[in-house]
């Protein structure tokens, strides 16, 4: 990310202690780099050491300050209490967290099996709400103040074709931002989303475009003729994470440059004529994808 594009000044962030979950990779490893860089502590996790790592070194070398890695995966509760113990053990608690793990691939709904949903819908919405929880109970315990984020995307209004399980369980979470907002306001916990457009990423390209068409298709039908810039959405981020605006409770963002009221920002558009050799190619560069980083993986 281009850091000089960040609107906030040097030092705003300073103080906050940030968990952004799947912060090694993606749009994770993007908004980490902003509390980074504006002075926050921040903790990353994910399922593969080795990246969270690098991660952390590269950014620590750009930055400086405190980026930590903890291998995690947060389908795994007792692994998420594990690892929020030593967060709390490092200088005690956290000022806020970021939801942005998550898993999906496309598909025809007819071809995935309940092990193909549960390995979405465990991540998304049972894993957020896992990490959610127990961090949300130590807070009003030790009645600590937080801002609690959430990634999600604008199927949250329009559920999405061909990838069901994904936009079945971003809602929930979209539900539980707006639900936690109102119950735990009054403990100074506060709770937003963003749902953010095409900010292309490695993961999700090669899950969600893996035949490596339709990208560029649908920038042009963006109106503003573009995919997102990285700065853009980690500028959003820091205002709903750092000080300043935190009347802001209950709401999701969406930053996409208005393709959700243009076209829907949905893959039916691009996947709706799709014949099944088309579906057997995407699915075997999918599952190839899985494997690999499988094979990289130390939890989970
Ligand atoms: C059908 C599939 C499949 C595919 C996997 N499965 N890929 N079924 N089509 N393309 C099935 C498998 O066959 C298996 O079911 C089950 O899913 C579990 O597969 P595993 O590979 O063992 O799963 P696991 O190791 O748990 O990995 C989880 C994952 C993986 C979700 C499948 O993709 C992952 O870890 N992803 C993390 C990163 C990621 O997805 N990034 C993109 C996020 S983009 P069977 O029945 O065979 O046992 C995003 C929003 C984008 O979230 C918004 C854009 C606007």
């Known amino acids: 990310m281009d850091v000089s594009k960040l609107m906030f000044r040097e030092g705003l962030m300073a103080g906050e202690r940030i968990l952004v979950t ?13 509390f980074l860089k504006l002075g926050a502590t921040v903790y990353i996790c994910g399922r593969r050491q080795g990246k969270l790592d690098e991660t952390a070194e590269e950014l620590t070398k750009l930055h400086g300050g405190k980026i930590v890695g903890h291998a995690c995966d947060i389908r795994d509760p007792d692994a998420i209490h594990a690892m929020v113990d030593s967060i709390w053990a490092d200088g005690g608690a956290l000022t806020g967290v970021v939801n942005n793990a998550a898993g999906n691939f496309i598909s025809r709904t007819e071809d995935l099996s309940v092990n193909g ?9 049972r894993g957020t709400f896992y990490v959610t929880l127990d961090i949300g109970k130590r807070l009003i315990a030790e009645k600590k103040r937080a801002s609690f984020l959430s990634i999600l995307t604008t199927w949250v209004w329009s559920g999405s074709a061909f990838v069901v399980p994904s936009a079945m369980s971003k809602t929930a979470i979209n539900a539980m931002t707006q639900s936690l907002a109102a119950e735990w306001g009054r ?22 475009n ?12 963006n109106p503003l003729g573009r995919a997102g810039e990285m700065h853009e959405l980690a500028n959003l981020a820091v205002f709903l994470m750092g000080p300043g605006a935190e009347y802001v409770n209950g709401q999701t963002i969406a930053i996409d440059g208005a393709g959700y009221q243009a076209t829907g920002g949905t893959f039916y558009p691009m996947l709706h004529s799709l014949g099944d050799a088309e579906w057997e190619q995407m699915r075997s560069l999918i599952k190839s994808t899985n494997a690999k980083d499988k094979a990289e993986r130390t939890v989970g």
Do not use: C, H
């Open 22 to 34: 799947g912060g090694g990779t993606g749009l994770g490893r993007e908004m980490a780099e902003a």
């Open 117 to 125: 949903f549960n390995a979405i819908a465990d991540i998304v919405m």
């Open 187 to 208: 403990y100074g916990l506060r709770f937003n989303a963003i749902a953010p457009g095409l900010f292309p990423t490695k993961g999700m390209s090669a899950r969600l």
């Open 210 to 221: 893996p035949a490596g068409s339709g990208g560029n298709s649908n920038n042009a039908m």
